[in-house]
Protein backbone atom coordinates (compact mmCIF):
# COMPACT_ATOMS: atom_id res chain seq x y z
CA UNK A 1 0.00 0.00 0.00
CA UNK A 2 2.47 2.70 0.91
CA UNK A 3 4.61 1.97 -2.25
CA UNK A 4 1.42 2.89 -4.63
CA UNK A 5 0.94 5.78 -2.56
CA UNK A 6 4.54 6.38 -3.28
CA UNK A 7 4.21 5.75 -6.42
CA UNK A 8 0.97 8.12 -6.95
CA UNK A 9 2.79 11.09 -5.09
CA UNK A 10 6.18 10.70 -7.60
CA UNK A 11 3.97 10.34 -10.44
CA UNK A 12 1.37 13.42 -9.33
CA UNK A 13 5.22 15.91 -8.57
CA UNK A 14 5.99 14.87 -11.89
CA UNK A 15 2.95 16.10 -13.34
CA UNK A 16 3.50 19.73 -13.39
CA UNK A 17 7.53 19.29 -15.00
CA UNK A 18 6.19 17.12 -17.42
CA UNK A 19 3.44 19.49 -18.62
CA UNK A 20 4.26 21.14 -21.83
CA UNK A 21 3.15 24.50 -22.73
CA UNK A 22 1.62 25.94 -25.30
CA UNK A 23 4.24 28.60 -26.12
CA UNK A 24 6.71 25.66 -26.12
CA UNK A 25 4.87 23.64 -28.18
CA UNK A 26 4.26 26.57 -30.61
CA UNK A 27 8.13 25.61 -31.77
CA UNK A 28 7.13 22.05 -32.99
CA UNK A 29 3.46 22.20 -33.68
CA UNK A 30 0.68 24.83 -35.27
CA UNK A 31 -1.85 22.64 -33.50
CA UNK A 32 -1.83 24.93 -30.59
CA UNK A 33 -3.12 27.91 -32.51
CA UNK A 34 -5.17 26.09 -34.61
CA UNK A 35 -7.58 25.26 -32.30
CA UNK A 36 -7.21 28.35 -30.29
CA UNK A 37 -10.36 30.51 -30.08
CA UNK A 38 -9.28 32.92 -27.23
CA UNK A 39 -8.18 36.05 -29.30
CA UNK A 40 -8.70 34.75 -32.50
CA UNK A 41 -10.69 36.64 -35.04
CA UNK A 42 -13.43 33.60 -34.60
CA UNK A 43 -16.06 35.35 -32.74
CA UNK A 44 -16.02 38.77 -34.56
CA UNK A 45 -16.94 36.57 -38.11
CA UNK A 46 -19.12 33.65 -36.58
CA UNK A 47 -22.57 35.26 -37.46
CA UNK A 48 -21.60 36.52 -41.15
CA UNK A 49 -19.91 32.75 -41.50
CA UNK A 50 -22.87 31.34 -40.01
CA UNK A 51 -25.40 33.01 -42.31
CA UNK A 52 -23.64 31.57 -45.51
CA UNK A 53 -23.27 28.67 -44.31
CA UNK A 54 -27.44 28.79 -43.78
CA UNK A 55 -27.48 29.94 -47.57
CA UNK A 56 -25.34 27.70 -48.86
CA UNK A 57 -27.59 24.62 -46.64
CA UNK A 58 -31.35 26.32 -48.34
CA UNK A 59 -29.28 26.57 -51.51
CA UNK A 60 -28.28 22.27 -51.36
CA UNK A 61 -32.01 21.58 -50.17
CA UNK A 62 -33.83 23.49 -52.37
CA UNK A 63 -31.23 21.84 -55.33
CA UNK A 64 -32.09 18.29 -53.74
CA UNK A 65 -35.60 18.58 -54.34
CA UNK A 66 -34.95 19.04 -58.06
CA UNK A 67 -35.05 22.61 -58.88
CA UNK A 68 -32.27 24.25 -60.79
CA UNK A 69 -30.40 26.84 -58.63
CA UNK A 70 -27.20 26.21 -61.15
CA UNK A 71 -24.85 29.27 -62.23
CA UNK A 72 -22.04 28.84 -64.84
CA UNK A 73 -18.31 28.81 -63.49
CA UNK A 74 -17.35 32.31 -65.46
CA UNK A 75 -18.84 34.14 -62.85
CA UNK A 76 -16.62 33.32 -59.72
CA UNK A 77 -13.20 33.57 -61.59
CA UNK A 78 -14.19 36.81 -62.09
CA UNK A 79 -15.52 37.90 -58.50
CA UNK A 80 -12.36 36.01 -57.31
CA UNK A 81 -10.13 38.49 -58.79
CA UNK A 82 -11.75 41.60 -57.58
CA UNK A 83 -12.05 40.15 -53.83
CA UNK A 84 -8.54 39.27 -53.93
CA UNK A 85 -7.21 42.42 -55.20
CA UNK A 86 -9.33 44.51 -52.53
CA UNK A 87 -8.45 42.09 -49.88
CA UNK A 88 -5.15 42.45 -50.26
CA UNK A 89 -5.11 46.21 -50.28
CA UNK A 90 -7.31 46.39 -47.44
CA UNK A 91 -5.42 44.28 -44.94
CA UNK A 92 -2.36 46.08 -46.18
CA UNK A 93 -3.45 49.57 -45.57
CA UNK A 94 -4.59 48.61 -42.13
CA UNK A 95 -1.51 46.85 -41.16
CA UNK A 96 0.55 49.87 -42.14
CA UNK A 97 -1.56 51.94 -39.81
CA UNK A 98 -1.11 49.79 -37.08
CA UNK A 99 2.94 49.79 -37.73
CA UNK A 100 2.79 53.56 -38.53
CA UNK A 101 0.80 54.36 -35.18
CA UNK A 102 3.93 51.92 -33.27
CA UNK A 103 6.69 53.86 -34.89
CA UNK A 104 5.18 56.83 -33.81
CA UNK A 105 4.85 56.21 -30.43
CA UNK A 106 7.76 54.46 -30.04
CA UNK A 107 9.50 57.50 -30.97
CA UNK A 108 7.85 59.69 -28.74
CA UNK A 109 9.25 57.47 -25.75
CA UNK A 110 12.67 58.30 -27.29
CA UNK A 111 12.00 61.69 -27.00
CA UNK A 112 11.08 61.38 -23.97
CA UNK A 113 14.06 59.49 -23.07
CA UNK A 114 16.21 61.24 -24.30
CA UNK A 115 15.14 65.06 -23.48
CA UNK A 116 14.65 63.65 -19.86
CA UNK A 117 18.60 62.51 -19.51
CA UNK A 118 19.31 65.94 -20.80
CA UNK A 119 17.58 67.63 -18.46
CA UNK A 120 18.56 65.36 -15.40
CA UNK A 121 22.23 65.87 -16.65
CA UNK A 122 23.06 68.88 -17.98
CA UNK A 123 20.95 71.47 -16.17
CA UNK A 124 22.66 72.44 -13.14
CA UNK A 125 23.92 75.70 -11.66
CA UNK A 126 26.13 77.98 -13.50
CA UNK A 127 29.79 77.34 -12.75
CA UNK A 128 31.39 79.56 -9.89
CA UNK A 129 34.85 80.41 -11.58
CA UNK A 130 35.43 83.05 -12.98
CA UNK A 131 34.25 84.00 -16.72
CA UNK A 132 36.80 83.43 -19.35
CA UNK A 133 37.92 86.52 -21.26
CA UNK A 134 36.90 85.44 -24.43
CA UNK A 135 33.24 84.85 -23.92
CA UNK A 136 31.32 87.79 -24.75
CA UNK A 137 28.11 89.01 -23.09
CA UNK A 138 27.17 88.68 -19.14
CA UNK A 139 26.69 85.10 -17.83
CA UNK A 140 23.41 85.11 -15.64
CA UNK A 141 24.20 84.42 -12.07
CA UNK A 142 20.71 82.45 -10.43
CA UNK A 143 19.79 83.19 -6.59
CA UNK A 144 18.68 79.74 -6.77
CA UNK A 145 19.78 76.81 -4.36
CA UNK A 146 20.48 73.30 -5.61
CA UNK A 147 17.57 72.24 -4.05
CA UNK A 148 15.26 74.43 -5.51
CA UNK A 149 16.78 73.55 -8.84
CA UNK A 150 16.63 69.40 -8.75
CA UNK A 151 13.02 70.32 -7.93
CA UNK A 152 12.33 72.20 -11.52
CA UNK A 153 14.35 69.60 -12.87
CA UNK A 154 11.55 67.02 -11.21
CA UNK A 155 8.97 69.21 -12.49
CA UNK A 156 9.57 69.38 -15.75
CA UNK A 157 10.71 65.48 -16.10
CA UNK A 158 7.03 65.04 -14.97
CA UNK A 159 5.86 66.84 -17.35
CA UNK A 160 7.73 64.62 -20.14
CA UNK A 161 6.15 61.31 -18.39
CA UNK A 162 2.74 63.64 -18.71
CA UNK A 163 3.20 64.05 -22.24
CA UNK A 164 2.86 60.29 -22.96
CA UNK A 165 0.01 59.81 -20.49
CA UNK A 166 -1.74 62.91 -22.18
CA UNK A 167 -1.31 61.74 -25.55
CA UNK A 168 -2.69 58.33 -24.84
CA UNK A 169 -5.68 59.97 -23.54
CA UNK A 170 -5.67 62.56 -26.68
CA UNK A 171 -6.05 59.49 -29.01
CA UNK A 172 -8.38 57.60 -27.29
CA UNK A 173 -10.85 60.32 -27.38
CA UNK A 174 -10.59 61.05 -23.09
CA UNK A 175 -11.17 64.97 -22.45
CA UNK A 176 -10.20 66.34 -18.97
CA UNK A 177 -7.16 65.80 -16.66
CA UNK A 178 -9.17 63.45 -14.32
CA UNK A 179 -7.71 60.19 -14.70
CA UNK A 180 -5.17 58.24 -12.33
CA UNK A 181 -1.94 58.30 -13.92
CA UNK A 182 -1.85 61.38 -15.74
CA UNK A 183 -2.63 63.12 -12.14
CA UNK A 184 -0.19 61.04 -10.67
CA UNK A 185 2.63 62.19 -12.66
CA UNK A 186 1.13 65.88 -13.44
CA UNK A 187 3.07 68.72 -11.27
CA UNK A 188 0.36 69.97 -9.01
CA UNK A 189 0.53 73.48 -10.80
CA UNK A 190 -1.47 71.61 -13.84
CA UNK A 191 -4.75 71.49 -11.32
CA UNK A 192 -5.81 74.80 -12.21
CA UNK A 193 -6.16 73.11 -16.33
CA UNK A 194 -9.01 71.64 -15.95
CA UNK A 195 -11.75 74.05 -17.02
CA UNK A 196 -10.10 76.83 -19.21
CA UNK A 197 -7.16 74.44 -20.84
CA UNK A 198 -4.33 76.75 -19.51
CA UNK A 199 -3.02 77.97 -16.21
CA UNK A 200 -5.38 81.12 -15.22
CA UNK A 201 -3.04 81.31 -12.43
CA UNK A 202 -0.42 83.24 -14.13
CA UNK A 203 -2.30 86.37 -14.71
CA UNK A 204 -4.89 88.09 -16.55
CA UNK A 205 -4.62 88.75 -21.18
CA UNK A 206 -2.71 90.81 -22.35
CA UNK A 207 -4.16 94.05 -23.88
CA UNK A 208 -3.44 93.32 -26.98
CA UNK A 209 -5.77 90.02 -26.72
CA UNK A 210 -9.24 89.50 -26.81
CA UNK A 211 -9.79 90.87 -23.36
CA UNK A 212 -9.75 94.11 -24.75
CA UNK A 213 -13.29 94.03 -26.09
CA UNK A 214 -14.70 92.74 -22.95
CA UNK A 215 -16.40 95.87 -22.02
CA UNK A 216 -18.89 95.19 -24.90
CA UNK A 217 -20.09 91.91 -22.99
CA UNK A 218 -22.48 92.19 -20.70
CA UNK A 219 -21.08 91.15 -17.16
CA UNK A 220 -23.76 88.37 -16.37
CA UNK A 221 -22.11 86.65 -19.83
CA UNK A 222 -18.32 87.55 -18.99
CA UNK A 223 -18.62 85.71 -15.04
CA UNK A 224 -20.21 82.92 -17.09
CA UNK A 225 -18.53 79.53 -16.29
CA UNK A 226 -16.28 78.23 -18.88
CA UNK A 227 -17.28 74.81 -20.60
CA UNK A 228 -14.66 72.14 -20.06
CA UNK A 229 -13.28 72.14 -23.51
CA UNK A 230 -9.69 71.66 -22.65
CA UNK A 231 -8.74 68.75 -23.89
CA UNK A 232 -11.18 67.89 -26.87
CA UNK A 233 -11.11 64.39 -27.91
CA UNK A 234 -9.82 63.70 -31.65
CA UNK A 235 -12.13 64.62 -33.88
CA UNK A 236 -12.54 66.49 -37.27
CA UNK A 237 -12.74 69.77 -36.31
CA UNK A 238 -12.86 71.74 -33.14
CA UNK A 239 -14.33 74.62 -34.13
CA UNK A 240 -18.21 74.68 -33.79
CA UNK A 241 -20.50 74.96 -36.86
CA UNK A 242 -22.46 77.67 -35.74
CA UNK A 243 -22.14 80.69 -33.66
CA UNK A 244 -23.03 81.02 -30.11
CA UNK A 245 -26.64 81.98 -29.63
CA UNK A 246 -26.24 84.82 -27.47
CA UNK A 247 -24.64 86.19 -30.66
CA UNK A 248 -27.86 86.55 -32.32
CA UNK A 249 -29.17 89.19 -30.07
CA UNK A 250 -27.02 91.65 -30.68
CA UNK A 251 -27.31 93.73 -34.57
CA UNK A 252 -26.33 96.88 -35.91
CA UNK A 253 -28.86 99.59 -37.32
CA UNK A 254 -26.72 99.59 -40.94
CA UNK A 255 -26.84 95.72 -41.22
CA UNK A 256 -30.50 95.03 -40.36
CA UNK A 257 -32.26 91.89 -38.65
CA UNK A 258 -30.59 89.58 -41.06
CA UNK A 259 -26.65 90.35 -39.90
CA UNK A 260 -25.20 89.10 -36.80
CA UNK A 261 -22.67 91.49 -34.69
CA UNK A 262 -19.64 88.67 -33.62
CA UNK A 263 -18.65 89.64 -29.79
CA UNK A 264 -15.33 88.62 -28.88
CA UNK A 265 -14.94 87.90 -25.53
CA UNK A 266 -11.84 86.10 -23.20
CA UNK A 267 -11.71 82.63 -23.09
CA UNK A 268 -14.59 81.92 -25.64
CA UNK A 269 -16.60 78.59 -25.79
CA UNK A 270 -15.21 77.60 -29.19
CA UNK A 271 -11.52 77.78 -28.41
CA UNK A 272 -9.70 74.58 -26.95
CA UNK A 273 -6.51 73.33 -27.11
CA UNK A 274 -5.18 69.85 -26.62
CA UNK A 275 -3.74 69.22 -23.28
CA UNK A 276 -0.55 67.33 -24.89
CA UNK A 277 -0.13 70.93 -26.38
CA UNK A 278 -0.25 72.09 -22.98
CA UNK A 279 2.33 70.42 -21.64
CA UNK A 280 4.55 70.55 -24.44
CA UNK A 281 4.16 74.42 -23.99
CA UNK A 282 5.18 74.18 -19.99
CA UNK A 283 8.55 72.36 -21.43
CA UNK A 284 9.35 74.64 -24.13
CA UNK A 285 9.24 77.44 -21.43
CA UNK A 286 11.22 75.16 -18.94
CA UNK A 287 13.66 74.88 -21.39
CA UNK A 288 13.80 78.58 -22.01
CA UNK A 289 14.37 79.35 -17.85
CA UNK A 290 16.99 76.94 -17.80
CA UNK A 291 18.69 79.23 -20.67
CA UNK A 292 17.67 82.20 -18.71
CA UNK A 293 18.88 81.67 -15.13
CA UNK A 294 22.15 79.93 -16.90
CA UNK A 295 21.30 76.51 -15.92
CA UNK A 296 22.64 75.63 -19.13
CA UNK A 297 26.06 77.15 -19.84
CA UNK A 298 27.99 73.84 -19.84
CA UNK A 299 26.48 72.69 -22.53
CA UNK A 300 25.82 75.84 -24.80
CA UNK A 301 23.35 76.63 -27.46
CA UNK A 302 23.50 72.97 -29.04
CA UNK A 303 21.88 71.82 -25.99
CA UNK A 304 19.62 74.12 -25.78
CA UNK A 305 18.35 73.63 -29.48
CA UNK A 306 18.82 69.99 -28.77
CA UNK A 307 16.32 70.30 -26.02
CA UNK A 308 13.89 72.41 -28.16
CA UNK A 309 14.36 69.94 -31.03
CA UNK A 310 12.98 67.24 -28.86
CA UNK A 311 9.96 68.84 -27.88
CA UNK A 312 9.41 69.88 -31.57
CA UNK A 313 9.50 66.14 -32.58
CA UNK A 314 7.34 65.26 -29.41
CA UNK A 315 4.47 67.50 -30.82
CA UNK A 316 5.37 66.09 -34.40
CA UNK A 317 4.69 62.40 -33.23
CA UNK A 318 2.05 63.48 -31.87
CA UNK A 319 0.41 64.68 -34.71
CA UNK A 320 1.26 61.81 -36.84
CA UNK A 321 -0.96 59.28 -34.10
CA UNK A 322 -3.65 62.25 -34.37
CA UNK A 323 -3.53 61.64 -38.19
CA UNK A 324 -4.04 58.15 -37.71
CA UNK A 325 -7.13 58.51 -35.22
CA UNK A 326 -8.75 61.31 -37.30
CA UNK A 327 -8.59 59.72 -40.79
CA UNK A 328 -10.35 56.17 -40.64
CA UNK A 329 -10.79 54.12 -43.71
CA UNK A 330 -13.35 55.57 -45.98
CA UNK A 331 -16.83 53.96 -45.51
CA UNK A 332 -18.04 53.61 -49.44
CA UNK A 333 -14.57 51.05 -49.57
CA UNK A 334 -15.58 49.63 -46.92
CA UNK A 335 -18.89 49.02 -47.97
CA UNK A 336 -17.61 48.34 -51.36
CA UNK A 337 -15.64 45.33 -49.88
CA UNK A 338 -18.43 43.91 -47.57
CA UNK A 339 -20.65 43.89 -50.71
CA UNK A 340 -18.17 42.19 -52.97
CA UNK A 341 -17.15 39.10 -50.49
CA UNK A 342 -20.57 38.97 -50.03
CA UNK A 343 -21.64 38.49 -53.86
CA UNK A 344 -18.71 36.16 -54.24
CA UNK A 345 -19.68 34.03 -51.33
CA UNK A 346 -23.61 33.89 -52.10
CA UNK A 347 -22.63 32.94 -56.06
CA UNK A 348 -20.39 30.44 -54.81
CA UNK A 349 -23.05 27.53 -53.12
CA UNK A 350 -24.87 27.99 -57.10
CA UNK A 351 -21.90 27.23 -58.65
CA UNK A 352 -20.39 23.98 -56.91
CA UNK A 353 -23.89 22.58 -56.20
CA UNK A 354 -24.20 20.78 -58.82
CA UNK A 355 -21.03 18.62 -58.60
CA UNK A 356 -20.28 18.86 -55.35
CA UNK A 357 -23.83 18.45 -53.94
CA UNK A 358 -24.22 18.24 -50.08
CA UNK A 359 -20.69 18.57 -49.47
CA UNK A 360 -20.62 22.01 -51.04
CA UNK A 361 -21.50 23.23 -48.04
CA UNK A 362 -18.54 23.11 -45.70
CA UNK A 363 -16.68 24.24 -48.65
CA UNK A 364 -18.19 27.10 -48.60
CA UNK A 365 -18.60 27.78 -44.95
CA UNK A 366 -14.15 27.31 -45.06
CA UNK A 367 -14.08 29.97 -47.72
CA UNK A 368 -16.50 32.33 -46.41
CA UNK A 369 -14.51 32.07 -42.61
CA UNK A 370 -10.87 32.40 -44.64
CA UNK A 371 -12.07 35.74 -46.21
CA UNK A 372 -14.43 37.04 -43.93
CA UNK A 373 -11.29 36.23 -41.96
CA UNK A 374 -9.06 38.50 -43.12
CA UNK A 375 -11.64 41.25 -43.76
CA UNK A 376 -12.26 41.28 -39.84
CA UNK A 377 -8.21 41.39 -39.04
CA UNK A 378 -7.95 44.18 -41.08
CA UNK A 379 -11.20 45.91 -39.62
CA UNK A 380 -9.77 44.63 -35.95
CA UNK A 381 -6.37 46.66 -36.21
CA UNK A 382 -7.10 49.55 -38.43
CA UNK A 383 -7.36 51.89 -35.42
CA UNK A 384 -4.77 50.66 -32.85
CA UNK A 385 -5.21 53.21 -30.16
CA UNK A 386 -7.83 52.10 -27.98
CA UNK A 387 -8.86 49.36 -25.65
CA UNK A 388 -9.29 46.21 -27.67
CA UNK A 389 -7.23 43.54 -26.68
CA UNK A 390 -5.48 43.92 -30.36
CA UNK A 391 -4.74 47.49 -29.99
CA UNK A 392 -1.22 48.50 -28.97
CA UNK A 393 -0.51 48.44 -25.33
CA UNK A 394 -0.33 52.22 -24.84
CA UNK A 395 -1.00 51.93 -20.87
CA UNK A 396 2.11 49.34 -20.67
CA UNK A 397 4.42 51.47 -22.34
CA UNK A 398 3.52 54.19 -20.58
CA UNK A 399 4.07 52.97 -17.18
CA UNK A 400 7.21 51.90 -18.36
CA UNK A 401 8.47 55.65 -19.04
CA UNK A 402 7.07 56.41 -16.34
CA UNK A 403 9.28 53.80 -14.17
CA UNK A 404 12.40 54.72 -15.88
CA UNK A 405 11.98 58.06 -15.26
CA UNK A 406 11.09 57.70 -11.53
CA UNK A 407 14.47 54.98 -11.12
CA UNK A 408 16.36 58.23 -12.79
CA UNK A 409 15.39 60.40 -10.68
CA UNK A 410 15.89 58.62 -7.64
CA UNK A 411 18.93 56.61 -8.44
CA UNK A 412 20.87 58.40 -11.04
CA UNK A 413 23.57 61.38 -10.17
CA UNK A 414 22.86 64.96 -11.37
CA UNK A 415 25.47 67.07 -13.58
CA UNK A 416 26.68 68.45 -10.98
CA UNK A 417 27.53 72.26 -10.48
CA UNK A 418 28.93 73.38 -13.67
CA UNK A 419 31.26 70.77 -13.09
CA UNK A 420 32.24 70.99 -16.54
CA UNK A 421 33.05 75.06 -17.29
CA UNK A 422 31.41 77.34 -19.72
CA UNK A 423 30.55 76.40 -23.68
CA UNK A 424 30.07 79.55 -25.73
CA UNK A 425 28.93 77.38 -28.26
CA UNK A 426 31.84 78.07 -30.90
CA UNK A 427 34.15 74.67 -30.59
CA UNK A 428 37.37 74.30 -28.89
CA UNK A 429 39.53 77.19 -31.07
Not at 287 to 300: A, W
Not at 329 to 337: S, V
Not at 351 to 367: A, D, N, R, Y
Amino acid sequence: MESGKNSKLSLAALKPSMMIKRQQLRKYSWLPDVLRIKGSIITRILGPVLTVTIFSTLVAYIWSRGEKVVLTNSIVPLLSVVVGLILVFRNGTSYDRYWEGRKCFSTLTSNVRNLSRMIWVHVCLPPTEEQPTHIKGKTPVSTLTSTEVRRQKVEALQCCVAFAYAVKHYLRGEEGIEYDDLTAVLPPRFASYGETGYNTSRGSASPTSYAATENTVGESEGNQRLSPNATKRVRRKRSKKFLDGRAAKSSTPLLGDSHQTIMFHPYANQTSIPLPLVIAHELSGAVFRFKREGFLETVGPAGTNAMSGLVQSMVDQMTSMERIANTPIPAPYGIHLKQCVTLYLFALPLTLIKELGWSMIPIVTVVAFTLMGIEGIADEIEMPFGYDKHNLPLDTYCDDLREEVQYMIERLPEGGHGAFGYDDGEGDD
